[in-house]
């Protein structure tokens, strides 16, 4: 129960001071911004928690209880992530789902659907993600590969081919 | 040795490389088969090492029911925080617009012309694409030519974010139909 009081108390500790951060400054990179705050939380609890601070009660014995509260945390830290990228910008099947789904048993024609998305120009959005993230630099229309954008694109090019899935998006 | 508390400690970690491996190994066997078939094949693959091996390492060090519970829990939560992950990072192969776009240009030797890729690969592809995904998944269901919601997993998970969105960030400004709606994510 020790060990798992102390992950429990570590990962609300993060969602907290996540939380806090976010009501008073949003980050400008936000994902960046996310990841320092877990890993500070982990690296600051931790010998805190070998310590027992604050209750000697819950005091970490040894190096695989602190093991097992970082793996948990580093874990969770990082699904979360995951889908924070998913909170900062509607997803187009979400919206779809989310929109029929108001409409209950009435449902909604594909043209209905088309045009809520279509005013999203997902593309264009895309593209415009891309060149804030620095995968790509745009000079008079012309979009080229950063280094950045090279080495994912390279990445997920070998990924698809070694798992044998057709080119999706 | 790491018999006992060190297996339960690993245990998550051993699930992941188990899903991981199962995972390529099933896509790799039915190449150009539905992908996300050995994804799940992973997460149960990987699900049942990281049970074993939790199961196996608690009773080698003799915990009580208690704590048996309490590491059985957490590293319940930590195998499906590490599928979900490796579950997203192999999802951005098969769905990622982003990364479409990406390889798009890498093909193109590493430059186009934004014009050229939004006629190659516009809005109308786009919703198409999506729409026809989510009415083969059954998660939309034709009902004489208007879509209603069918298998309600992936709404349900819809519904979890829009919530989480709310907590976090705010709601999300409402969908016009026809104006400019927010930026959309890779899904």
């Given at each position: 129960m020790r060990v798992l009081s102390v992950a429990v108390v570590l990962l609300g500790s993060a969602f907290l001071v996540h939380w806090l951060v976010w009501r008073l400054a949003m980050p400008r990179r936000q994902t960046a911004a996310l990841l320092a705050i877990f890993l500070a939380v982990l690296a600051v609890g931790i010998p805190l928690a070998v310590r027992g601070i604050p209750a000697p009660e819950l005091a970490l014995h040894g190096p695989w209880e602190c093991l097992h509260v970082a793996i948990v945390h580093v874990a969770v830290a990082l699904a979360y992530v995951v889908v924070y990228s998913a909170l900062e910008e509607r997803s187009p099947s979400m919206t779809i789902l989310s929109f029929v789904n108001e409409a209950g048993a009435a449902g909604r024609s594909r043209e209905e659907i088309a045009r809520v998305l279509r005013g999203a120009s997902p593309v264009e959005i895309r593209l415009d993600a891309a060149v804030r993230d620095r995968m790509l630099a745009e000079t008079g229309g012309l979009c080229t590969l950063t280094p950045k954008g090279r080495a994912w694109a390279s990445s997920y090019e070998w990924l698809r081919n070694f798992l044998g899935f057709t080119r999706g998006g | 040795m790491l018999i006992g508390y060190p297996m339960v400690v690993l245990a998550p970690v051993a699930g992941l490389a188990a899903d991981c491996v199962s995972q390529v190994l099933w896509a790799r066997a039915a190449r150009?088969?539905?992908?996300y078939t050995s994804l799940a094949v992973g997460i149960v693959v990987g699900f049942a090492v990281a049970a074993t091996v939790t199961a196996i390492g608690l009773r080698a060090a003799g915990y009580g029911a208690a704590d048996a519970a309490a590491f059985s829990t957490l590293n319940l939560a930590a195998y499906l925080a590490l599928a979900f992950g490796y579950f997203n990072f192999v999802n951005l192969a098969i769905a990622s617009l982003r990364i479409r776009l990406l390889c798009e240009i890498l093909d193109a030797g590493g430059s186009l012309p934004r014009a050229s890729l939004l006629a190659g690969y516009n809005t109308a592809q786009v919703i198409d694409l999506r729409l026809r995904r989510l009415v083969g998944g059954g998660h939309l269901v034709d009902r004489n030519g208007r879509l209603i919601v069918g298998k309600r997993r992936f709404l349900g998970i819809a519904i979890v974010y829009n919530i989480l969105r709310r907590i976090v960030i705010g709601p999300w400004p409402p969908y016009d139909a026809g104006a400019t709606t927010p930026e959309t994510a890779d899904a």
């Amino acid at each position: 129960m020790r060990v798992l009081s102390v992950a429990v108390v570590l990962l609300g500790s993060a969602f907290l001071v996540h939380w806090l951060v976010w009501r008073l400054a949003m980050p400008r990179r936000q994902t960046a911004a996310l990841l320092a705050i877990f890993l500070a939380v982990l690296a600051v609890g931790i010998p805190l928690a070998v310590r027992g601070i604050p209750a000697p009660e819950l005091a970490l014995h040894g190096p695989w209880e602190c093991l097992h509260v970082a793996i948990v945390h580093v874990a969770v830290a990082l699904a979360y992530v995951v889908v924070y990228s998913a909170l900062e910008e509607r997803s187009p099947s979400m919206t779809i789902l989310s929109f029929v789904n108001e409409a209950g048993a009435a449902g909604r024609s594909r043209e209905e659907i088309a045009r809520v998305l279509r005013g999203a120009s997902p593309v264009e959005i895309r593209l415009d993600a891309a060149v804030r993230d620095r995968m790509l630099a745009e000079t008079g229309g012309l979009c080229t590969l950063t280094p950045k954008g090279r080495a994912w694109a390279s990445s997920y090019e070998w990924l698809r081919n070694f798992l044998g899935f057709t080119r999706g998006g | 040795m790491l018999i006992g508390y060190p297996m339960v400690v690993l245990a998550p970690v051993a699930g992941l490389a188990a899903d991981c491996v199962s995972q390529v190994l099933w896509a790799r066997a039915a190449r150009r088969g539905n992908p996300y078939t050995s994804l799940a094949v992973g997460i149960v693959v990987g699900f049942a090492v990281a049970a074993t091996v939790t199961a196996i390492g608690l009773r080698a060090a003799g915990y009580g029911a208690a704590d048996a519970a309490a590491f059985s829990t957490l590293n319940l939560a930590a195998y499906l925080a590490l599928a979900f992950g490796y579950f997203n990072f192999v999802n951005l192969a098969i769905a990622s617009l982003r990364i479409r776009l990406l390889c798009e240009i890498l093909d193109a030797g590493g430059s186009l012309p934004r014009a050229s890729l939004l006629a190659g690969y516009n809005t109308a592809q786009v919703i198409d694409l999506r729409l026809r995904r989510l009415v083969g998944g059954g998660h939309l269901v034709d009902r004489n030519g208007r879509l209603i919601v069918g298998k309600r997993r992936f709404l349900g998970i819809a519904i979890v974010y829009n919530i989480l969105r709310r907590i976090v960030i705010g709601p999300w400004p409402p969908y016009d139909a026809g104006a400019t709606t927010p930026e959309t994510a890779d899904a």
